[in-house]
């Protein structure tokens, strides 16, 4: 499996993805707003574009399908219950569905609603395990549920989907928010030294270049992973004085994406 990250230098900071057989140079496009450039690199790489994933529904994520789909006529897959949402869907994916690339690759399909109740994401297993998480996980952050979506449905997909997958699992989000993230971590866990490192390390980066982290970093760094921090849930007091004294995981989340929300 090859992967390429695409920086879009849009003002919605996305990353679209190209995920590519080396066998039969066959690739998968993710998300591809900026079709122009997502075509421009499959023909540097000489890769053909077969099929496109939307991972939901939102127009800064399904905006370059038409224009792409009409240059390779690649198959359009996303969530089954979005038919309704997305325009031309081909293949309507639920959870445990697999898309296949080429002849080597295969990749998951994970249902995970929250950011909207539209949302796919795709978790490649084997040697190199990846996740490729559109607008539910984001580099120390969570997706906004402002759009379609729900935080209890959210908080769901993080505890019974994500908390489960491996340590060494890539995390490559829909959106480039690290820094403003790791501001909010640091915010609320103002001790979390390894936060402070990474701030420190991708500052000002390139994000043609992005860090990319795993599930493990995202355990130590994203606040929304870290729901039994004495030091979040001292500082979530400050907030919400109506906070049980030894609060359950599910409320810590609720309250962490509600401050989130105006931060």
């Not at 949302?119 to 969570?142: Q, S, V, Y």
């Not at 980066?205 to 970093?217: C, E, K, R």
């Amino acid at each position: 499996m090859i992967v390429k990250q695409i920086w879009t230098a849009n003002a919605y900071r996305n990353f679209n993805y190209l995920i590519a057989c080396p066998e039969s140079g066959e690739a998968l496009a993710i998300d591809p707003l900026d079709h122009e450039k997502c075509l421009a690199a499959a023909k540097q790489e000489g890769w053909q574009i077969t099929q496109v994933l939307n991972t939901h529904e939102h127009r800064d994520h399904t905006g370059g399908n038409e224009a792409l789909i009409a240059k390779t006529g690649a198959k359009l897959l996303a969530h089954v219950n979005a038919k309704d949402k997305i325009a031309g869907i081909h293949r309507g994916l639920s959870a445990g569905d697999v898309v296949k690339v080429g002849r080597t690759v295969e990749l998951e399909a994970l249902d995970t609603p929250g950011h909207t109740y539209c949302h796919i994401c795709l978790c490649a297993h084997g040697e190199r395990k990846a996740l490729f998480c559109g607008d539910t996980l984001f580099n120390a952050g969570a997706g906004n549920c402002h759009n379609g979506g729900h935080p209890e449905a959210l908080y769901d997909t993080f505890s019974r989907q994500l908390a489960r997958l491996p340590d060494d699992t890539l995390v490559y989000p829909g959106h480039d928010y690290i820094e403003n993230n790791l501001g909010f971590t640091l915010d609320r866990e103002p001790d979390n030294q390894d936060a402070q490192q990474l701030l420190d390390q991708v500052q000002g980066q390139d994000p043609n270049q992005p860090f990319v982290s795993t599930l493990a970093v995202e355990r130590r760094i994203n606040t929304f992973f870290r729901l039994t921090s004495a030091s979040v849930i001292n500082r979530l007091r400050e907030v919400f004085a109506d906070l049980p004294e030894r609060p359950d995981p599910k409320t810590v989340f609720l309250r962490l994406r509600e401050l989130r929300n105006g931060w």
